[in-house]
T-cell receptor, first 116, second 112 residues
Framework: AQKVTQAQTEISVVEKEDVTLDCVYETRDTTYYLFWYKQPPSGELVFLIRRNSFDEQNEISGRYSWNFQKSTSSFNFTITASQVVDSAVYFC?????????????FGQGTILTVHP | NAGVTQTPKFRVLKTGQSMTLLCAQDMNHEYMYWYRQDPGMGLRLIHY???????AKGEVPDGYNVSRLKKQNFLLGLESAAPSQTSVYFC???????????FGSGTQLSVL
């Protein structure tokens, strides 16, 4: 069975600091997908990124970047120059390939608080 | 675009009462899912459907039933609510393989 671990339960930073959210996963799949979702205080789930197991390239989108390393089974998320609007719960998730694709296994979530 | 709509948004039940949560999507998606979110546990899959008329169990199906009579609707039922079912419920859908999940805004359910 798949397992996703987000060891950091809560992180608190001051605005403009960089912050990295850790995600470690366990899987026996050869083909799989990893995701990050953001849940702001309003409660909805916002899709941030999807990465498949064959693509280990790091990704950068504005202030967000993701580091996928199969060797350490990690998919870490970094926010550069954090802002108060980044305050949210962040979830890492895993999905197997094929028909199991939509059956996400979520980590416990990391609560990020960015103070002004 | 409405996307994925969940009704109701909030509900309070007494132990033993029944209710149905409705998820409706207007994107012609084949796949639909029900998740529950509990503090410190992330989201866990309850039931899912790979098409109209089909349903399957997820990770935590006990105490819930589902139906997908119409492609656009996925209903989650609680026949006899228990306090352990107090949670936030999210519905999600996707078109086909490798597309992202679209989530509804959630239903907060309290069982007293």
């Amino acid at each position: 069975a798949q397992k996703v671990t987000q060891a950091q339960t809560e992180i608190s930073v001051v605005e403009k600091e960089d912050v990295t959210l850790d995600c470690v996963y366990e899987t026996r799949d050869t083909t799989y997908y990893l995701f990050w979702y953001k849940q702001p205080p309003s409660g909805e789930l916002v899709f941030l990124i999807r990465r498949n197991s064959f693509d280990e390239q790091n990704e950068i989108s504005g202030r967000y970047s993701w580091n996928f390393q199969k060797s350490t089974s990690s998919f870490n998320f970094t926010i550069t120059a954090s802002q108060v609007v980044d305050s949210a719960v962040y979830f890492c998730a895993h999905a197997s390939g094929g028909t199991s694709y939509g059956k996400l296994t979520f980590g416990q979530g990391t609560i990020l608080t960015v103070h002004p | 675009n409405a996307g994925v709509t969940q009704t109701p948004k909030f509900r309070v039940l007494k132990t033993g009462q029944s209710m149905t949560l409705l998820c409706a999507q207007d994107m012609n998606h084949e796949y639909m899912y029900w998740y529950r979110q509990d503090p410190g546990m992330g989201l866990r899959l309850i039931h899912y459907s790979v098409g109209e008329g089909t349903t399957a169990k997820g990770e935590v199906p006990d105490g819930y039933n589902v139906s997908r009579l119409k492609k656009q609707n996925f209903l989650l039922g609680l026949e006899s609510a228990a306090p352990s079912q107090t949670s936030v419920y999210f519905c999600a859908s996707r078109l086909d393989n490798y597309e992202k999940l679209f989530f509804g805004s959630g239903t907060q359910l309290s069982v007293l």
